[in-house]
């Protein structure tokens, strides 16, 4: 008898489990459809999509069980996916049919006037601000969401009405952040990665009695129109690559244009010849430093060797299990996300790969040479749209399949291509023009953005727009933006290229590369429009801290997270 947590083989389950521990709630697992009779109260932590949520129920034989257990009026808290199964039905997968408890359906959000998938932090509002029960949840915080399909707050509907908590407003949608009605309560946030608002969230609902969270009674009514504008906040997120130094210790390094050897002698003096690897600190302890610091979210980028043979690469799944343990916010893992074959030759495929990174901990994967690839196969077989097919078998197809387009972050590594101003080249509708006000290096000059693959080394002859364009179609979820001319100048961000980018995809779009001062935070955010800016050698020299940035940016009338 007790808490139990249900996991239907999906993605990063772990952190919830982290979470628990945190609070000092234990609980088990639930492993057979008999499991159910012995819970008493239930968590199910969905991660992924609609319909392998679905079949990963039903092919373990717990779809009629978790039904059932529903039913009886034991304590139901679901997160995420965890929520939407509670519906009919998902536009994500139309053929799956959810639990139906609730009688609505899940749409997909409009990305007419947004970036979709909505990926961030946003607030919350009450239908019923008098409510005593409002399970830990705070108005003045804000709650980490990545999910493109939602629940329309249907407030002229009773029948669906009646399950409505809270509402969140993306762009000028309204849907339901939490739903509560009777013994079931679940949010479309993620409390166990929303920092420590959403650890207030589910240590007040276990907290409470089983026989407190078996009644609720319903929520009034409420007309609710979109606000001017939501209370969605720009995110700030600090990055951490990691690789094995010349001692075979791994570490958290930094390089200058993608080059992280020491090219300075203790005199001071410029060397000629590459020296040590770069060491700016242990990468979980710096993770932990940067989650108490306020980070958004967090990435480790594997640059090691072992990326080669990442199911044997023990080291980088430790890192990545104890960062999950200290930091609860999102992290992304990259290097290695591909198909790829063990020394001894055994086959992996790049979703067995993402899924082990998720199992460890990890939120979400990025892919950067292997996306590159996929798009110059897909450019081979033509389309109405210009942009290519894919086949169904690259790694960010494939793992967006599994996961949803959110679990998939795609980084590019372009460099510019400097040419004539009158160039009538295959890249002419994406020439940047430098302006008679710009660095004087730039003034009359034109140039286009060349993708690179293997950390900047090799050319390759595609655009970043072709790119963006191609992996957006493949199922990508966001793009993780670089600038190989930028990286550790301290200049600020290449506003043209960012901006080149965000008016290219409808996808979110973080800026990377070329942050020195708090300023350049503002800057990318009010002249590109993007959606969280990243930045990494300020950050771990502590040149620039995140509290800073966030100072500037509120200063800036830019919204923020800060609680």
């Known amino acids: 008898m007790g808490l139990y947590l249900l996991d239907y083989g999906a993605g990063n389950v772990q952190s919830l489990a982290n979470t628990l521990k945190k609070l000092g709630h234990d609980f088990k697992w639930i492993s057979s459809p ?21 079949d990963g129920l039903i092919s373990r034989g717990l779809y009629e069980p978790l039904r059932e257990y529903i039913a009886s009026g034991k304590p139901y808290f679901g997160i995420c996916i965890g929520m939407q199964v509670l519906f009919r039905s998902s536009l994500e997968s139309p053929a799956a049919k959810g639990l139906g408890i609730i009688p609505s359906d899940i749409g997909l ?23 005593k029960a409002h399970e830990g949840i705070d108005p003045t915080a804000s709650y980490y969401y990545v999910h493109s399909f939602r629940a329309a707050y249907e407030w002229d509907r009773p029948e669906a009405a ?14 339901l952040a939490t739903v509560r009605r009777g013994n079931v309560f679940a949010c479309q946030f993620h409390p166990e990665k929303s920092g420590q608002a959403g650890l207030r969230v589910l240590d007040a609902w ?45 570490v958290v390094t930094k390089g200058d244009q993608y080059d992280v050897r020491e090219r300075t002698g203790a005199d001071g003096v410029q060397a000629q010849a590459a020296g040590a690897v770069r060491n700016l600190g242990k990468p979980v302890a710096l993770a932990a430093r940067y989650y108490e610091e306020g980070a958004d979210e967090l990435c ?14 023990q080291p980088m799944l430790a890192v990545v299990r104890a ?35 998720f199992r460890a901990g990890a939120d979400k994967v990025s892919i950067a040479t292997e996306a590159v690839f996929a798009v110059e196969k897909m450019r081979a077989r033509p389309s109405a749209d210009g942009i290519g097919e894919g086949d169904g078998t690259s790694a960010i197809e494939t793992i967006a399949r599994v996961y949803g387009r959110q679990a998939v972050v795609v980084s590019v590594d372009p460099r510019r291509v ?104 503002v800057e990318v955010f009010q002249k590109t429009g993007v959606e969280a800016a990243l930045a990494a050698g300020i950050f771990h020299r502590r040149e620039v801290g995140i509290d800073e940035v966030k100072g500037a940016l509120k200063a800036a009338n830019i919204n923020v997270r800060t609680a």
């Open 34 to 54: 008999a499991d159910f009779h012995k819970a008493t109260s239930l968590i199910f932590p969905g991660v992924g999509a609609f319909e392998s949520a679905i």
């Open 109 to 131: 959000f409009s990305n007419v006037d947004k970036s979709v998938p909505h990926m961030g932090w946003n607030s919350v509002e009450f239908l019923d601000p008098e409510e």
């Open 162 to 175: 009646q399950w409505a908590h809270t509402t969140t407003q993306y762009g000028q949608e309204v849907f």
């Open 206 to 250: 276990l907290r409470s009695s089983e026989a407190e969270r078996s009644v609720s009674l319903p929520t009034p009514r409420v007309a609710r129109h979109p606000k001017p504008k939501d209370g969605f906040t720009k995110r700030i997120i600090a990055c951490m690559d990691v690789r094995s130094n010349d001692d075979g210790d791994l």
């Open 300 to 313: 480790l980028m594997n640059i090691t060797s072992f990326r080669h043979s990442p199911l044997l690469d």
């Open 323 to 357: 960062a999950a343990e200290t930091v609860y916010v999102p992290l992304t893992i990259g290097g290695g996300i591909k198909d790829t074959v063990d020394p001894d030759g055994t086959p992996h495929s790049a979703l067995e790969v993402a899924g082990l990174y």
């Open 418 to 521: 400097y040419v004539d101003p009158d160039y009538d080249g295959p890249y002419k509708d994406e020439l940047v023009f430098g302006k008679p006000d710009g660095p004087e290096k730039e003034r009359g000059k034109a140039w286009w953005y060349q993708c690179t693959v293997h950390g900047g080394r090799d050319n390759r002859p595609l655009s970043v727009v072709q790119l963006v364009k191609g992996v957006e179609k493949l199922g990508a979820g966001e793009i993780l933006l670089n600038s190989i001319d930028r990286d550790g100048t301290g200049l600020g961000y290449d506003l043209d290229l960012v901006a080149l980018v965000r008016r290219s995809v409808r996808i979110p779009v973080v800026a990377s590369s070329g942050a020195g001062r708090p300023e350049h935070f």
